[in-house]
């Protein structure tokens, strides 16, 4: 079993900022990529940011310049810096992980249960 754990969301005005973080436990072999996605109210669940084994990253253009993600691959753990919140940031964010479990196995994608991010005007 594999679980991810969101942590540090929460209320924050307008232009203020927030730390996510994501822990990954359990049977873990390796860890590929690893994002941030967020689903507002009405809207489809879409990809906030991703980062790979390596450090490479993609940001979705609404949160470029002000959203950084990064991971510490000893703690198994990503994590989404915001700054500059605006009320559109609004949203559950979820954590996302690609993982191999097995030696013999494929990667396989698991989610976190989410965490709410309210932005206030």
């Known amino acids: 079993q594999v679980q991810l754990v969101e942590s540090g969301g929460g209320l924050v005005q307008s232009g203020g900022s927030l730390r996510l973080s994501c822990a990954a436990s359990?049977?873990?072999?390796?860890?590929?990529?690893m994002g941030w996605y967020r689903q507002a109210p009405g809207k489809e669940r879409e990809l906030v940011a991703k980062?790979?084994?390596?450090?490479?990253?993609n940001y979705a253009d609404s949160v470029k310049g002000r959203f950084t993600i990064s991971r510490d691959n000893a703690k198994n753990t990503v994590y989404l810096q915001m700054n500059c919140l605006k009320p559109e940031d609004t949203a559950v964010y979820y954590c996302?992980?690609?993982?191999?479990?097995?030696?013999?196995?494929?990667?396989?994608?698991?989610w976190g249960q989410g965490t709410q991010v309210t932005v206030s005007s």
């Open positions: 359990g049977s873990i072999l390796s860890i590929n990529d």
């Open positions: 996302n992980a690609v993982v191999r479990i097995r030696w013999y196995g494929s990667f396989s994608t698991y």
């Open positions: 980062i790979t084994s390596g450090g490479s990253t």
